[in-house]
C-alpha cells in the first residue's frame, strides 16, 4: 500500500515538474521575442544615411537562403578634410525588404581621396565578394584584391584572401617594391570577421 502512494507521488512529482519546466521555456521563449525582436525589413534605398550617396551595388544570395541579397558602397557627399569618407552596408533579403546584418563598414575599403579614385568595384562569386581597388600615376600602378567569404557554421564573414600586383619604382611603405604580386591567406593573417577589418592597418604583403 504505502509502496503505491509513493509511486503515485513520484508520479505527480515528476509530471508537475515537467509541466513547470514546459511554461517556464514558453515565458523565456516569449521574453526573447519581446526583447529581441525580428529586424524589420526595409527597402535597400532607406539604409543610405543623409549625406551619403550610392557609389556601387551587387546583389546575390550571400547567405544561401534563395532570397537576393545586397552589397552597397557608399561615399559620403561632402569631403572630410583631404578625402571622402566611405562606408560598406551588408544587407540580407527577407520577406517585404532588407536588413542589415551588422554595423556599416568605415575601414573594409580605402576612403575616396580629393586627388584620385582607387576603388575599381565590387563582384560576387558563390558565398565570397571581391573588392578591387587600384591606381596609376607617372609610370606607377597598383591592384589590390580583398575577398571575403560567408562561413555557414558561424554565418558571419571573413577575409579570405589579399592579393597586392605593383608595377613601377615604388619606395613607400606598405607598398611592396616593383614589379610583385602577393597573395596572402588566412595561414598568413588569421581569422579576421569582416566587420574588424581594416584596410588601413593591414599589411598587403609578408
Known sequence: MLHRILYKFINLLILKTLKTIFYLSVLLIC???CTNPEP????WQSFIPEG?????SVRGDL???SIPDFLLVLDSIDNVG????????????????YWQTGPESKTVTYNKGISGETYKGITL?????????????????????????????????????????STGPWDTLP??????????????FGRIPLFSFNIYHFQPHP
Request: charged share 20%.
Open 31 to 33: 521574453f526573447w521575442q
Open 40 to 43: 524589420k525589413a526595409r527597402s
Open 52 to 56: 551619403y550617396t550610392l557609389r556601387d
Open 63 to 65: 547567405n544561401l537562403d
Open 82 to 97: 583631404s578625402h571622402y569618407h566611405r562606408l560598406l552596408f551588408l544587407l540580407y533579403g527577407q520577406k517585404g525588404g
Open 125 to 165: 562569386s558563390g558565398q565570397s565578394f571581391t573588392i578591387r581597388q587600384g591606381g596609376d600615376s607617372s609610370g606607377l600602378s597598383w591592384q589590390y584584391d580583398i575577398r571575403f567569404r560567408y562561413d555557414s557554421a558561424t554565418t558571419n564573414w571573413f577575409l579570405d584572401r589579399t592579393k597586392f600586383e
Open 175 to 188: 607598398l611592396p617594391v616593383s614589379g610583385v604580386s602577393h597573395i596572402l591567406s588566412p595561414a598568413d
